[in-house]
């Protein structure tokens, strides 16, 4: 561990290089290869890599195909789960967790473009203007956070996103002119993906069926999870599975897709605001 990386609880405060590293000694111990461990957990060996130089965040998938392929008992389940708690609010790790495990994700942005698909630029120009007060160091480690929850979108079997952004959330210039053409490239290269859906909800629609940001997770039939509504107000979050509150926040999505642009129209949206930022 260099000088530069503290611990806490006797942990490295980088837990991204942390589950890496350990990875790495656990393959040099079995005298596995990177490519046996991709095969051996189901996933793609640029996945591994990126796992294991410390660049992504590991699924929960992965960690449990680590521990068969290692046989380690729940060690680097363990350690995963330990590693995506810190730093977050305590208020928003059940979320995470149940975010992890979703077959969909339905979200509404009325103002700003959700986490998993913010860019590092557009993240830590976020958190400066909600964290004046923190160090270089902690903007740092708390964009690393959010870009982990990218890893969601990355695994075999990831889950259907479905995003609407109000047109607002691609008119507020956060971090500058550039920026936001970096973030908007972004968001048009995840809207073609065949797993992520984006609607712009334009200006023109009216009034919106809901004017706060919420998501609504759904998942598989043997899961035996059902489905929830996160909500978040100054800096609070909650998760709802309340029947009642989930069937009003599914309708209101419902009729919010209906007053959206087609996904084809949002691509040229999202097209022409690339355009307008590169003026």
Request: hydrophobic residues 40%; aromatic residues 8%.
């Amino acid at each position: 561990m260099s000088a530069q990386s503290p611990q806490r609880d006797g942990e490295p405060a980088n837990g991204l290089e942390w589950f890496g590293r350990e990875i790495e000694a656990a393959l040099i111990h079995k005298g596995a290869t990177q490519r046996e461990l991709a095969d051996a957990t189901g996933y793609k060996e640029p996945y591994v890599s990126k796992v294991k130089n410390g660049k992504a965040l590991a699924s929960p998938q992965f960690a449990d195909g680590c521990d068969r392929f290692f046989t380690t008992s729940g060690y680097f389940a363990r350690m995963l789960t330990r590693i995506a708690q810190h730093g977050h609010p305590e208020w928003f790790v059940p979320y995470l967790r149940l975010e992890e495990k979703a077959a969909q994700v339905l979200d509404f942005s009325p103002f700003l473009i959700m986490g998993i698909l913010q860019t590092p630029e557009y993240a830590e120009a976020l958190f400066r203007a909600a964290h004046p007060r923190d160090t270089d160091d902690m903007i740092k480690e708390k964009v690393g956070l959010r870009l982990q929850r990218h890893g969601v979108l990355e695994r075999p079997e990831p889950p259907l996103l479905w995003v609407i952004l109000d047109e607002s959330c691609l008119r507020r210039e956060v971090g500058g002119r550039a920026v936001m053409r970096g973030q908007v490239e972004h968001l048009l290269r995840e809207a073609q993906t065949p797993n992520i859906t984006v609607q712009v909800l334009p200006f023109d629609s009216g009034a919106p069926p809901a004017a706060e940001a919420f998501t609504l997770l759904t998942f598989g039939d043997d899961d035996g999870q059902a489905a929830v509504l996160y909500s978040e107000a100054q800096g609070l979050g909650r998760v709802v599975d309340s029947a009642g509150v989930v069937a009003t926040g599914t309708e209101r999505y419902a009729r919010l897709r209906a007053d959206a642009l087609s996904p084809e129209k949002s691509l040229r949206a999202l097209r022409e605001a690339i355009k307008e930022f590169a003026r």
